[in-house]
């Protein structure tokens, strides 16, 4: 018997998959087909695939072609599986020419040609391509219309802002002289880095006219504001998704996995801190358009507490470092300290613009404890630690774009499923609405000058 084996994504399957699983079966009597995982196309760079795994094993099963079918999850596989499975050839479609030659060691190669004219991206961008509107002021908005060009189906096509002095020079080519409302009136979907008090007010109206949002944390200042929000997205049946792009970092999400499957015990304590030194003059104010340190950090610090204890705590004490800010309507911290005690559990943030510290995340618990080092934010590794360190285990994730990358994927992927698909759940999106506002208004909070 002659086994043959081949391997691919198989996303949205189309007949240049088939004639090729026909021709690849043809070479011999078995067939055995490996389809990639989601996270092996994304270390291969392959970020837009729509159909999860499952559904693209059983799409190549339902052509009745493949006599195996198995999952290509690591590097190198494709030597381990054709000792593994005795295979006699190894075929792929001629566009990956010459890419398998290091395999006629192990058995045949064979390229066949690509069938012209179709591809998944091709059937991807039959899909409508989305216009991605940009409103704001700051940086980050720079980084979403790089990113952007990395997501099929998604073009930064315009720009809403109020001072273009931290935009790039793409962007910048890309204002609209119009008002908002006519600015949304050319866009499918809006990404909104304004400053958080504006957010609001951005948001609704964009809701209102029926479009998409996604938009940088704190979505509001207050939290009935953001229940409001979230209503009215729900009543629109449109999407409303908090961007934390360390939410969408493989590494983060993966130690979420590691550490909700027990792996370091009972959680007893998760201790975050994010500090960057900037934005404060050397009179010691905070510049005129700076976030305060709890807006701009406080989300993401606030994120692997809420994701791993929950959203329930019982108490909790804010102790803040305020400094004047020009405007003088913005209450800025150059450093805060939040502490949060749950039932079984404690919790603390150390988050600062005007202080530099440590910017690392452990996550305490009865067996170990998680060490994600500085930046943890945009970490592609960390450390499980026991009490032998002979069983510390390390985990290493490739990062592109720091997850917004991948945040703007589910973005468009929730749009498309007409579903929710956050990795940040509403009701943490509403505690952290909650907790900027207890600070906005002193609430369990002390202040050190
Ligand atoms: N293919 C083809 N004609 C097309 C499109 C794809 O012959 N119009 C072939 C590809 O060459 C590949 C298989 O169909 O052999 C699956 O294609 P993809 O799902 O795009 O996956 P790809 O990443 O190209 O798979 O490690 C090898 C890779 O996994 C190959």
């Not at 389809?35 to 009745?64: C, H, W, Y």
């Not at 956050?422 to 900027?436: F, N, Q, R």
Request: charged letters at 25%; proline letters at 2%.
């Amino acid at each position: 018997m002659v086994k043959v084996i081949t391997y691919g994504t198989y996303d949205l399957l189309h007949y240049g998959h088939i004639r090729l699983l026909e021709r690849a079966k043809a070479l011999g009597d078995y067939l055995i087909v490996g389809v990639t995982t989601d996270d092996f196309d994304k270390t291969r760079g392959k970020i837009n695939v729509q159909q999860p795994l499952m559904e693209r094993v059983e799409s190549v099963k339902a052509t009745g072609i493949a006599d195996e079918i198995i999952i290509e999850e690591y590097e190198g596989q494709k030597i381990d599986d054709i000792r593994r499975y005795g295979v006699d050839i190894f075929t792929v479609g001629s566009d990956w020419e010459g890419k398998f030659d290091y395999l006629k060691e192990y058995c045949k190669v064979v390229y066949l040609e690509r069938t012209q004219g179709i591809s998944s991206t091709e059937v991807r961008s039959h899909q409508q391509e989305l216009r991605l509107g940009l409103v704001g002021e700051f940086a980050m908005l720079n980084t979403v219309g790089q990113e952007s060009s990395y997501v099929n189906g998604l073009s930064a096509s315009s720009v809403y802002t109020e001072d273009s002095s931290r935009l790039s020079k793409q962007l910048k080519e890309l204002i609209t002289e119009k008002t908002y409302e006519g600015f949304l009136g050319d866009v499918d979907a809006v990404y909104i880095a304004s400053r958080p008090e504006k957010h609001y007010e951005q948001v609704k109206q964009a809701l209102e006219q029926g479009k998409h949002v996604l938009v940088e944390s704190p979505v509001t200042l207050e939290r009935t504001r953001c229940k409001e929000l979230l209503e009215l997205a729900e009543k629109k049946n449109r999407i409303l998704m908090e961007s934390i792009k360390t939410a969408y970092a493989t590494a983060y999400s993966r130690l979420l996995l590691l550490i909700k499957s027990g792996k370091i015990g009972s959680v007893v304590s998760v201790d975050a801190t994010c500090t960057s030194l900037r934005e404060i003059g050397e009179d010691g104010m905070a510049e005129q358009s700076a976030w305060s340190s709890i807006c701009e950090w406080g989300p993401v610090a606030m994120l692997p507490i809420l994701q791993i204890l929950g959203a329930n705590y019982e108490e909790k004490r804010i102790v803040s470092h305020l400094i004047k800010s020009p405007a003088d309507t913005v209450k800025f911290d150059a450093f805060t300290k939040i502490d949060f005690v749950y039932p079984e559990a404690v919790a603390s943030l150390k988050v600062g613009k005007g202080v530099k510290s440590e910017g690392e995340l452990i996550v305490s618990g009865t067996k170990g404890y998680v060490y994600v080092p500085a930046p943890w934010w945009k970490t592609d590794y960390f450390e499980i630690r026991y009490e032998n360190p002979a069983d510390n285990q390390r985990y290493f994730y490739q990062l592109d774009g720091e997850g917004l990358r991948y945040e703007l994927v589910t973005f468009l992927k929730s749009i498309r499923m007409g579903k929710d698909m956050s990795y940040v759940d509403k009701e943490i999106t509403a505690v952290i609405a909650g907790l900027i506002s207890d600070f906005e208004n002193g609430v369990d909070m002390k202040t050190i000058l």
